[in-house]
């Protein structure tokens, strides 16, 4: 069975700061890895994905993460948020080997930028 | 705009009472699910479906049946609506392969009393 775990459920930072979102995930096989972003009263939208190959994934909103596979983490970061960027932040991981697409959330990260 | 559609938005319900929130997907995906999203516990799999005619559950199924309608449409039916069902219910759909990611609706708030 997966599992994520997102040690942060809140991270306060200043606007214009850097800022990283951590998540490490448990699996005995080969995953999919995704960022989610909840703005407050919506659905989640795909904020990026790593499948394969580079472990440096770029995302929309200039977001990225680094899979790191020896330590199972997928941390997203900014090098300089803004106050738009205020939202809940999910990572998912999904099963290579399995069919079918479920996706396994973490309790997600509430982001709130600062001026 | 092409999506996932959820109805209603919103919705109060006495204990006891049943409803059922509705569905929709117009990118022609196979798969579609049923999520639940309560403070600090992040989202958590009601039921699924992986591909029309069938259906499964996810982690909490109890107290919810799904129907899928046909490949667009995606229901969840409370029979009996308890307190602790109060929670945002989340439809999203996929492809089948594990690789894509879910495109989600907007949600469905429902309050129990």
């Known amino acids: 069975a997966q599992s994520v775990t997102q040690l942060d459920s809140q991270v306060p930072v200043f606007e214009e700061a850097p800022v990283e979102l951590r998540c490490n995930y448990s699996s005995s096989v080969s995953v999919y890895l995704f960022w989610y972003v909840q703005y407050p009263n919506q659905g989640l939208q795909l904020l990026l994905k790593?499948?394969?190959?580079?472990?440096l994934v770029k995302g929309i909103n200039g977001f990225e993460a680094e899979f790191n596979k020896s330590q199972t983490s997928f941390h997203l970061r900014k090098p300089s948020v803004h106050i738009s960027d205020t939202a809940e932040y999910f990572c998912?991981?999904?099963?290579?080997?399995?069919?079918?697409?479920?996706?396994?959330f973490g309790t997600g990260t509430q982001l709130k930028v600062e001026l | 705009n092409a999506g996932v559609t959820q109805t209603p938005k919103f919705q109060v319900l006495k204990t006891g009472q049943s409803m059922t929130l509705q569905c929709a997907q117009d990118m022609n995906h196979n798969s579609m699910y049923w999520y639940r999203q309560d403070p600090g516990m992040g989202l958590r799999l009601i039921y699924y479906s992986a591909s029309e005619g069938t259906t499964d559950k996810g982690e909490v199924p109890n107290g919810y049946n799904v129907s899928r309608l046909n490949k667009r449409e995606f229901s969840l039916r409370l029979e009996s609506a308890a307190p602790s069902q109060t929670s945002v219910y989340f439809c999203?759909?996929?492809?089948?392969?594990?690789?894509?990611?879910?495109?989600f609706g907007s949600g469905t708030r429902l309050t129990v009393v």
């Open positions: 999203a759909s996929s492809e089948f392969r594990a690789d894509r990611g879910y495109t």
């Open positions: 790593y499948l394969s190959g580079s472990t």
């Open positions: 998912a991981v999904s099963d290579r080997t399995g069919g079918g697409n479920k996706l396994t």
